[in-house]
């Protein structure tokens, strides 16, 4: 059973496009978060939520909104795609806010065009 | 900022030889630090994590050390298989927010 998985795995849109990632966890988990890792495999948290409300905002445009419909769940929608916006997007949960050996998703790959 | 960065981008090493990742950080108030493990193609994948109190923890074939006066962590792998071969992050444990901080990664190849 995968503990936590994102769909999609690939994802190659244009510029302007808005697009969709989703992530589910099976771990019972209370706390779940976006990273984005860019070209130069460098991980940055951009969103953790707890419990479906959001703890951990960083300095992200707004075109990302996060949205967890319950604790299992938080999708990651993006509006007016730009190309700096391509990169890998992995989900990632853990037990409880501590974010202590946090399972990460497989990861989508975003590719802007 | 604060930042978590390695000394080694890459590391290259013998098959059966043992590993050693370094992995220096800047906040001397980080309380819990992890290594990551991340094949191409996957997600990054926990290996081991040591709190601040402790400066030594072992695994399966991995050791964490923890020096806090110099601020520096690193990851001992034993007996390197060509499995090992990935890239490795360290990340760091700081503030409140309990936000985790990745150091750049270092990239191990495993000679056969």
């Given at each position: 059973d995968t503990a936590v998985s994102q769909t999609p795995k690939y994802l190659v849109t244009q510029m302007g496009n808005d697009k969709s990632i989703k992530c589910e966890q099976n771990l019972g988990h209370d706390?779940?978060?976006?990273?984005?890792?860019?070209?130069?495999?460098?991980?940055?948290?951009?969103?953790?939520?707890?419990?479906?409300?959001?703890?951990?905002?960083?300095?992200v445009p707004n075109r990302f909104s996060p949205k967890s419909p319950d604790k299992a769940h938080l999708n990651l929608h993006i509006n007016s795609l730009e190309l700096g916006d391509s990169a890998v997007y992995f989900c990632a949960s853990s037990q409880d806010i501590r974010n202590e050996g946090a399972f990460f998703g497989q990861g989508t790959r975003l590719t802007v065009v | 900022g604060e930042s978590v960065g390695l000394h080694l981008p890459t590391l290259s090493v013998q098959e059966g030889d043992n590993s050693i990742i370094n992995c220096a950080y800047s906040n001397s108030a980080s309380d819990y630090f992890i290594w990551y493990k991340q094949e191409s193609g996957k997600g990054p994948q926990f290996i081991i994590d040591i709190?601040?109190?402790?400066?030594?923890?072992?695994?399966?074939?991995?050791?964490?050390?923890?020096?806090?006066?110099?601020?520096h962590l690193s990851l001992q792998i034993a007996a390197t298989q060509p499995g090992d071969s990935a890239v490795y992050f360290c990340a760091e444990r700081g503030g409140s927010s309990y936000k985790l901080i990745f150091g750049s990664g270092t990239r191990l190849l495993v000679r056969p």
């Amino acid at each position: 059973d995968t503990a936590v998985s994102q769909t999609p795995k690939y994802l190659v849109t244009q510029m302007g496009n808005d697009k969709s990632i989703k992530c589910e966890q099976n771990l019972g988990h209370d706390t779940m978060y976006w990273y984005k890792q860019d070209s130069k495999k460098f991980l940055k948290i951009m969103f953790s939520y707890n419990n479906k409300e959001l703890i951990i905002n960083e300095t992200v445009p707004n075109r990302f909104s996060p949205k967890s419909p319950d604790k299992a769940h938080l999708n990651l929608h993006i509006n007016s795609l730009e190309l700096g916006d391509s990169a890998v997007y992995f989900c990632a949960s853990s037990q409880d806010i501590r974010n202590e050996g946090a399972f990460f998703g497989q990861g989508t790959r975003l590719t802007v065009v | 900022g604060e930042s978590v960065g390695l000394h080694l981008p890459t590391l290259s090493v013998q098959e059966g030889d043992n590993s050693i990742i370094n992995c220096a950080y800047s906040n001397s108030a980080s309380d819990y630090f992890i290594w990551y493990k991340q094949e191409s193609g996957k997600g990054p994948q926990f290996i081991i994590d040591i709190r601040s109190n402790m400066d030594k923890r072992q695994g399966q074939r991995v050791t964490v050390l923890l020096n806090k006066t110099v601020k520096h962590l690193s990851l001992q792998i034993a007996a390197t298989q060509p499995g090992d071969s990935a890239v490795y992050f360290c990340a760091e444990r700081g503030g409140s927010s309990y936000k985790l901080i990745f150091g750049s990664g270092t990239r191990l190849l495993v000679r056969p």
